[in-house]
């Protein structure tokens, strides 16, 4: 496999399950992101791994929550979500050096269609 | 605050060219970033502005002024393969990347 692959590509779910949507990334990148793609609206960065350690948590609400078990792999665990978080949840990663901007270029995984009922 | 506006959709014709905008106000700049987005599939990267003047790219090429908080994306010899939303993306002080809404693009034959 190569690139960045998420799992699954579709998801529909109760406001009271629990799920988990899955990124890897095959790249050997340092960081990697969770956006979340909305119709006609700019993507929403949700969370940033940088070396595995969590940098960025722009005042997500606590039914996501990220966890980074290594530098190539990326969950989305969902509970309890409301119809409004039905989205395309999208996975990137990049090579992040701060003395490079133009390296920091995201690779993008397809995403993961979530639907909430 | 900080904001990037780009149309939110163009038609153009197949074979020909299309300029795509984006105007930005942002704390700080680190660079701007084009992404191609065919639906239903990842965004990818497409150019990368950090100084002022025209990078071209084959049949892409994009042009950034600081000055005037503006860039475009220039797409020639239009295929149909080219009907995909155009995503800009300014990189500002804190190294926060910051997106438009993107623009989708429909190349008609």
């Known amino acids: 496999e190569t690139g960045v692959t998420q799992t699954p590509r579709h998801l529909v779910m109760g406001m009271t399950n629990k799920k988990s949507l899955k990124c890897e990334q095959h790249?050997?990148?340092?960081?990697m992101y969770w956006y979340k793609q909305s119709a006609k609206k700019p993507l929403e960065l949700m969370f940033v791994?940088?070396?595995?350690?969590?940098?960025e948590n722009n005042s997500v609400p606590s039914r996501f929550s990220p966890e980074c078990p290594n530098s190539s792999h990326l969950f989305l665990h969902l509970h309890t979500l409301q119809p409004e978080d039905s989205a395309l949840y999208l996975c990137a990663s990049s090579q992040w050096d701060r003395g490079l901007t133009g390296a920091n270029v995201l690779t993008f995984g397809a995403g993961s269609r979530l639907t909430v009922l | 605050g900080q904001n990037i506006d780009q149309p939110t959709e163009m038609t153009a014709t197949e074979g020909a060219i299309v300029q795509i905008n984006c105007t930005y106000q942002?704390?700080?700049?680190?660079?701007l970033f084009w992404y191609q987005q065919h639906a239903g599939e990842a965004p990818t990267f497409l150019s990368y502005n950090v100084l002022d003047g025209l990078e071209e790219k084959g049949r892409f090429s994009s042009f950034l002024s600081r000055s005037k908080g503006y860039s475009y994306l220039l797409l020639k010899e239009l295929q149909m393969k080219d009907s995909a939303s155009y995503l800009c993306a300014v990189m500002d002080s804190n190294y926060q990347l910051i997106w438009g809404a993107g623009t989708k693009l429909i190349i008609k034959p």
């Open positions: 790249l050997g990148h340092n960081a």
């Open positions: 942002t704390s700080g700049f680190n660079g």
């Open positions: 791994y940088n070396f595995k350690e969590q940098t």
